[in-house]
């Protein structure tokens, strides 16, 4: 089995690498990363720099918040480019601009490296129960390498197409989840103000044609008031700006996605980006006078 590098082990990053190690992967974590003591207390090994870890490495995963932190400990004098071997994979898992993952394929490919970027979708459940789906960019020969890797994280896994693929996909992923999420919280403030009962609205709404898995998972959240971060909204809005920047750039008109952003926006000029997405709801609320 292929040593794994992992790098990101946060809300996502922390249960996908555990799945790994149970997995029978031997698993390399950065020491500094506050998760990393309950990971090499699962069995994983630690070392000093993102560099250190490519080097001990078959295959190196990212999973990081935005652009900015993949190119960083890409690029960085003790990153991951200054360590990693000719013949290994590098799979980005994070969720970044379709461009920037083009540009790492690059940077990857002059290190005689294969690189794959694979975001995934399914939150921190998915996460934790190893039913992600993974939408992947790159070549055949470099997704065929990872599948077994995949196939401990997630369930529904697809090569999309070329580089950058995965991240375009993962764009209208996130186009429709804030959308769906913005739906269920106005019809929810709508269902409020006209004295329905929520659970009852849910259950029978389930069993029609607005069924979905945003209203089954978020509209629970919302008639439990539980906000507790699977995805904060400060992430899901900077996903949104890529969709919307990608959309500036191809000359397509996002209408519905600039309106959640916009109201994404209003919720972080709250003080409230760390809360779950389905907090729409809570912004909704206030402006009906809830």
Known sequence: MEKIGFIGLGIMGKPMALHLLKAG?????????????????????????????????????????????????????????????????????????????????????????????????????????ATLSIMAGGSVQGFQRALPIFQVMGKNIVLVGGPGS????????????????????????LAQKAGL???????????????????????KRIIDRNFAPGFRIRLHRKDMGIALATGKELSVPLYGTSQVAAQMDALLAQGKGDLDHSAIALLMEQLAGI
């Open 197 to 219: 009962d929520l659970e009852k609205m849910r259950e029978v709404l389930l069993g029609g044609f607005a069924q979905s898995r945003i209203l089954d998972l978020h509209g």
């Open 25 to 129: 992967f031997e698993v390399s974590v950065l020491e500094k990363n506050k998760a990393s003591g309950e990971l090499v207390a699962a069995g994983a090994v630690s070392f000093p720099t993102a560099s250190d870890i490519a080097q001990n490495s078959d295959v190196v995963i990212t999973m990081l918040p935005e652009s900015d932190d993949v190119v960083d400990v890409l690029s960085h004098t003790s990153g991951v480019l200054n360590g990693i071997r000719q013949g290994s994979l590098f799979i980005d898992m994070s969720t970044i601009e379709p461009s920037s993952a083009k540009s790492v394929c690059e940077w990857m490919r002059e290190k005689g490296v294969d690189a794959l970027d694979a975001p995934v979708s399914g939150g921190q459940a998915g996460a934790e129960a």
């Open 166 to 189: 995965g991240q375009m996909t993962k764009a209208c992923n996130q186009m429709i989840v804030g959308m769906t999420i913005q739906a269920v919280a106005e019809a929810f403030t």
